[in-house]
């Protein structure tokens, strides 16, 4: 078999598909890797939304994402700001993202069994409490209560990016560990989003949405999956919850949640297929054009395509072609829609203000307590154990790593104070400096760390 694919001969050797566990290694290493590109254009966009929003051509970037953009079908419109497409619309496919790495995480990774997901879950619930609690000390009695869940969040892009800048001195298990503990963070943020930050439900709305996700559970439930008709039923998801008055993106999270996770057709005959028709491809001379003059190899050529296309899950496929998307597109839009503030007036003085204080100190002291006491309980009356090569040094390094709210805190903000642009540009202010602090700290904590063997 000198001319079949290195990847197929292992396939055809070995009859066996891979275990969940290396599917999700590799998904993992995946992950982090776009995940880190991601940070840095994530990081240069906001810049760029900053400097712009302070610059002579301010009115530019406000007049720009205040345009509203219309959709109307028959007597209904739908009026948005590009602010709030962006938000509202542009952010489902983020949502729906982590809601694919949840759902994975669930079956085959860090968060498949109690005592995997029992340190990283009792972590992230400990680095939103405590966070949250903070906020409302600063801020109790006041308007800006309104922003407590700000802080409870934290950027997988951005932390894992850090790590990523320190090498072979970070074991992989920490890196498993933090995105482990964000994905939970997220979970957990999309159930605060969902509750706490939904004034009123238009039930109406909520019916329609959940038609349109009963019809996806039930194709996925019966192994169909046609991308282009789950994307329209998203639509309909999407439309749903704009009209019920929860926001649209927890629709992202729930149409994750009926994306098949299992293979289309079952490895073994995928196995079968291939030994039909790979002597085909072998037989006779190889050179360019070949498939162009002969019907049968072109023909096994498609079937295989189909077949590999078939066997590799819905929602692994989905992750795979999102990610680009929401990496490279979704996410460095968002940066330059939300992190444009207008530094104007005293400085020190919005820095000392409540909502400030409240976000950068439940960001930068609320997550290292919140997230080392909870996991120093968890190992200390042995409900779980630190993973292989970690030391509690690492733990408080990550904890401060998880500091870095920006994505999820920025979209909280404009959740929060939805109508009082003051106190949100406040808020963002002491996001964009606890995460910096934050990221700043959390580089030199652990490069201190004596390197270890992965």
Not at 316 to 322: D, I, K, P
Not at 346 to 370: R, Y
Not at 390 to 402: K, M, P, Q
Request: hydrophobic share 55%; aromatic share 10%; proline share 4%.
């Amino acid at each position: 078999m000198a001319q079949t694919p290195t990847i197929i001969r292992h396939l055809i050797a070995g009859r066996a598909r891979p275990e969940p566990i290396e599917q999700a290694l590799h998904s993992f290493h995946m992950f982090i890797r776009s995940q880190v590109v991601g940070s840095v254009l994530l990081l240069v966009c906001a810049i760029i939304a900053l400097i712009w929003a302070n610059s002579p051509f301010a009115h530019v970037y406000h007049d720009l994402w205040g345009t509203v953009l219309s959709i109307t079908i028959g007597e209904e419109t739908l009026a948005l700001t590009l602010h709030q497409w962006v938000n509202e619309g542009l952010m489902m496919s983020f949502f729906l993202l982590v809601g694919l790495e949840i759902k994975q995480q669930v079956l085959v990774g860090e968060l498949s069994t109690p005592r995997q997901a029992l340190l990283p879950v009792s972590a992230a619930l400990g680095g939103m409490i405590v966070p949250a609690a903070i906020f409302a000390a600063f801020n109790f009695g006041t308007d800006g209560i309104a922003g407590w869940g700000i802080p409870m969040s934290t950027d997988i892009a951005f932390a894992l990016g850090i790590l990523a800048l320190l090498g072979k001195r970070i074991p992989l298990s920490l890196k498993v560990f933090l995105a482990a503990l964000a994905i939970a963070d997220d979970l957990g943020a999309i159930f605060v989003i969902a509750v706490f930050y939904t004034e009123q439900i238009v039930v109406l709305g909520l019916v329609i949405a959940f038609v349109f996700w009963f019809v996806m559970l039930v194709m996925s439930r019966l192994g169909i999956y046609t991308p282009f008709i789950y994307f329209v039923l998203s639509i309909g998801v999407w439309f749903g919850f704009a009209a019920s008055g929860i926001h649209a993106t927890i629709g992202g999270v729930l149409v994750a949640l009926v994306i098949p996770a299992h293979s289309l057709i079952d490895p073994d005959r995928f196995l079968d297929l291939l030994y039909d028709k790979l002597p085909r491809l072998e037989a006779g001379d190889h050179h360019g054009r070949e498939l162009l003059s002969e019907h049968d190899k072109a023909k096994a050529v498609i079937e295989i395509e189909e077949a590999i296309h078939d066997v590799e899950p819905p929602l692994v496929q989905l992750e795979h072609n999102l990610q680009p998307w929401v990496t490279f597109v979704v996410m460095p839009v968002f940066a330059l829609s939300n992190a444009g503030v207008t530094l104007s007036g005293n400085i020190i003085e919005t820095i000392t203000h409540p909502v400030s204080l409240g976000i950068i100190f439940g960001l930068l002291v609320g997550k290292q307590v919140g997230i080392t006491l909870f996991a120093y309980l968890m190992v200390r009356f042995k409900l779980c154990e630190l993973p292989k090569g970690l030391t509690w040094r690492h733990i408080h390094g990550a904890s401060l790593l998880a500091g870095i709210g920006f994505t999820v805190s920025l979209f909280v903000t404009e959740l929060a104070y939805v109508t009082d642009h003051h106190t949100a540009d406040i808020a963002k202010v002491g996001i964009l400096l606890a995460s910096f602090i934050a990221g700043v700290a959390g580089f030199y904590i652990l490069k201190g760390v004596a390197p270890v063997e992965n």
